[in-house]
Nanobody
Framework: QVQLVESGGGSVQAGGSLRLSCATS????????MAWFRQAPGKEREFVAT????????YYADSVKGRFTISRDSINDTVYLQMDSLKPEDTAVYYC????????????WGQGTQVTVSS
């Protein structure tokens, strides 16, 4: 049974920081590219960041570049999203997702964790 479980969400003031975690189980973690997406109320789900299987390549949406950092821990099969200089427009439910190399779709998704940034 594959599970992706996000944690670390909460409420912070603008300019603050949060670190989200996505603990995985039931899959071969090293063979999956990992990503974070988010969805704000009334908006479409949008891409935030991704990291490849080795952890040597990352890519970010323009809206978070320079503020967010994605990383992965092969010992604990966990992916992280360090979020700094948070803005009210970062408020959303954040989802972790896993994708096999060579496939377009993400195979597995977490349940999401709420991030609220107040002005």
């Amino acid at each position: 049974q594959v599970q992706l479980v996000e944690s670390g969400g909460g409420s912070v003031q603008a300019g603050g920081s949060l670190r989200l975690s996505c603990a995985t189980s039931g899959l071969t973690f090293s063979t999956y590219n990992m990503a974070w997406f988010r969805q704000a109320p009334g908006k479409e789900r949008e891409f935030v960041a991704t990291i490849n299987t080795s952890g040597r390549s990352t890519y970010y949406a323009d809206s978070v570049k320079g503020r967010f950092t994605i990383s992965r821990d092969s010992i604990n099969d966990t992916v992280y999203l360090q979020m700094d200089s948070l803005k009210p427009e970062d408020t959303a439910v954040y989802y972790c997702a896993a994708r096999q190399t060579g496939y377009k779709d993400y195979d597995y998704w977490g349940q999401g964790t709420q991030v609220t940034v107040s002005s």
